[in-house]
DNA sequence: TAGATTGTTAATCGATTAACAATC
DNA sequence: TAGATTGTTAATCGATTAACAATC
């Protein structure tokens, strides 16, 4: 990484996860009575450290003032502008299984700037129906779509033994950024992003924990 | 924490985390051809540090063999037996939303010792009706239920404003780990683990990503 | 034996938290 | 001014990776 690149992500990943954090829980604030928030409150509300609070909010410059805090309004907009879910991004999901079919019609992603234009699916019976309004689509059309469309993030709902084709076809179809629910590890090129929405590794966690408590009682 | 407790969870987060994804990638292979699987050839599929990999091992204790590697067959019985997928975990769902009804008909978290025995809802038109067999009950029997039950795990899929009064029921109903799909923080007493699905962080991730892209593009 | 691999200790890297000057 | 807060530098903590002895 350069020194460039160094400046332009300032911020760390972790970091970058917090920040829809405290946008959501600052618009759940009533702006009317609170104009102003301190980073001690934020702290407080979301079971953070404050000194955290302030240098991940450093990271998108909302400036805050020394005894009183942050505009609220102003914090918000720059949370939101920094984000980027002031412009709405478009995506395809692959795989109209119970997953894909959940996902697809999930409302709650809009809020963060998605939306999900379409679905795949390799299965006849499925291809050509409508998800909420959303149509399924038969794979095979994925590459010309995403191209002609300029999407340019794919949602991956298929089981893991299918997940690294539907991923290459992807990549094909000139996708840069791949949300993958399919418990699998995807191999890409390196300027494409994998996020994995990884159940399996939560679920690990839980087991763990109650595992621990379970032996102890 | 104590020096007990540290010998008790001598693996990090991030390790156990880790655990899922080896067993699911050592299940996927012909157990027939593969007798032997070595941390070097485990590394290389699932893209990470092969000292890593070794280190991960370790702490489950199924002992590789110098110069060869692991036997397959125990060390996938190791990595069961360590997550406890082996023994089923029951839960309950509270939310029969869209994402709720994806979550109690989506199959694959059986693999994951995790069974959603039953649904909840505040909503009367949802309220006795079935999703894949699984009947939906109104919320006030939720207490009630779990401590009949035994029930250890909890998955909230409310929106964000509702998931800490179910959160304070679930609690109040003897729940151990709860499984929380709304974006929100929850308050709970210490012996309790929460574990965050949070999607609008990862959502931020990709959003980032492509930002950058776009910029440079 | 030579070579490949395990398991562990030490070094490095990154993220969190503590300390504190600057500000209003 | 006194006091609360911001923003940043330094110290700490935890996880990853490099180095290497032990093993077969």
Redesign the interface.
């Known amino acids: 990484m350069t020194e460039l690149d160094k400046t332009?992500?300032a911020i760390s990943?972790q970091a970058?996860?917090?920040?829809?954090?405290y946008l959501?829980?600052l618009k759940?604030l009533d702006r009317e009575k609170t104009k102003i928030i301190s980073s001690p409150a934020i702290a407080k509300?979301?079971?953070l450290n404050e000194v955290q609070v302030r240098k991940d909010l450093a990271a998108i410059k909302s400036g805050g003032r020394p005894r009183t805090g942050y505009l609220l309004e102003k914090l918000i907009g720059d949370l939101d502008t920094y984000?980027?879910?002031s412009n709405v991004?478009e995506a395809v999901l692959v795989g109209a299984g119970?997953?894909g079919?959940?996902?697809i019609?999930?409302?709650?992603?809009e809020t963060?700037?998605?939306n999900i234009v379409v679905g795949f699916d390799v299965d006849e019976t499925v291809v050509g129906t409508e998800i909420c309004g959303k149509k399924v689509l038969p794979l095979e059309k994925l590459v010309s779509l995403c191209h002609r469309m300029h999407v340019?993030?794919g949602i991956i709902a298929v089981p893991?033994?299918n997940a690294q084709e539907v991923c290459d076809l992807m990549v094909e179809a000139g996708i840069?950024?791949i949300?993958n629910f399919a418990?699998?590890?995807l191999?890409v090129p390196a300027?494409i992003?994998v996020?994995n929405?990884?159940?399996?590794?939560?679920?690990?966690?839980?087991?763990?924990?109650?595992?621990?408590?379970m032996s102890k009682a």
Do not use: D
């Open positions: 332009y992500t990943v970058l996860k917090r920040l829809p954090l959501n829980y759940s509300a979301l079971g984000l980027g879910y991004n119970h997953l079919r959940a996902l019609s999930y409302q709650g992603f963060y700037g998605l340019n993030i893991a033994e840069l950024a949300w418990p699998a590890q191999t300027h992003l996020q929405e990884n159940m399996a590794s939560s679920l690990a966690l839980l087991s763990k924990h109650l595992k621990k408590k």
